[in-house]
C-alpha cells in the first residue's frame, strides 16, 4: 500500500497496515473499557452516598446520566453551605425541646406531630441549612444523612396529611418515630475524619 502526504511517498506492507489496524483498535477498546469503568466507579461512589435517594432519582429523571448529574449537583450545592454541629447549649435545648414535645404525643398526637415537624426544621436551620422548600431541604440534607432521609421523607408527610385531617392515629405514631430518628441523626456531632500531618 502506499500514499502521498506532504509531498512524500510512504510504502506500507499489508502487515505494518495491519498492525496498525489492531494498534488502533487496541486503543479503541482500552479508552471504552476505561469510560466503563469509570462510569460505573461512580454509579457506585453515588450509590453508597445516597443510598435510597440514588433510586429515587433514576425515577425521577430519563438516564441514569442524568440522575447522577443531579446527585452530584447537590453534593456541589451542600459543599456551598456552611453546615456546623450544635454546640454543647444549643444540642441540650434542642434535647429538652424534643423530650417536650414526645410527651405531647400522648393526649395530642396530631399537635405533637406538627411540632415535631418544626422542630426538625428549626434544628436544622440551627445547623446551617438554609430556609427552603421540603423537597430542596431534603435534597440538602441527603448528601450528609442518606440513611433517614426514608424516615424524613414518611413523617413529613404524614404531618403535611394532618392538615387534611388523613393521618390514622398509627401514621401519627409513625411519623414520632421517623421524627425521632432524623432528630437523633441530626444533634449528635457528625463525626469528622483524622488526617496524619
Do not use: C
Request: a negative charge.
Amino acid at each position: 500500500m502506499q500514499f502521498e502526504f506532504n509531498g512524500v511517498f510512504y510504502h506500507f506492507t499489508n502487515t505494518q497496515v495491519g498492525v496498525a489496524a489492531l494498534v488502533v483498535v487496541m486503543l479503541i477498546f482500552v479508552a471504552v473499557a476505561g469510560y466503563v469503568e469509570h462510569r460505573r466507579t461512580t454509579t457506585l461512589a453515588l450509590r453508597n452516598r445516597f443510598g435510597s435517594e440514588y433510586d429515587r432519582e433514576l425515577k425521577r429523571h430519563s438516564t441514569t446520566r442524568l440522575a447522577e448529574g443531579k446527585l452530584a449537583d447537590r453534593a456541589t450545592h451542600v459543599e456551598t453551605l456552611e453546615i456546623r454541629d450544635l454546640g454543647t447549649t444549643e444540642r441540650e435545648r434542642f434535647m429538652t425541646e424534643w423530650y417536650t414535645v414526645q410527651s405531647r404525643f400522648v393526649d395530642h398526637p396530631r399537635t405533637a406531630v406538627t411540632e415535631a415537624d418544626d422542630l426538625i426544621n428549626a434544628l436544622l436551620e440551627a445547623r446551617g441549612y438554609p430556609q427552603a422548600s421540603f423537597e430542596q431541604r431534603a435534597s440538602d440534607v441527603s448528601v450528609t444523612y442518606p440513611r433517614v432521609m426514608e424516615s424524613y421523607r414518611v413523617a413529613h408527610s404524614i404531618a403535611v396529611r394532618l392538615g387534611k385531617a388523613e393521618a390514622t392515629t398509627e401514621e401519627l405514631r409513625t411519623a414520632m418515630i421517623q421524627y425521632r430518628t432524623v432528630f437523633d441523626e441530626h444533634v449528635q456531632p457528625v463525626a469528622r475524619e483524622v488526617t496524619a500531618a
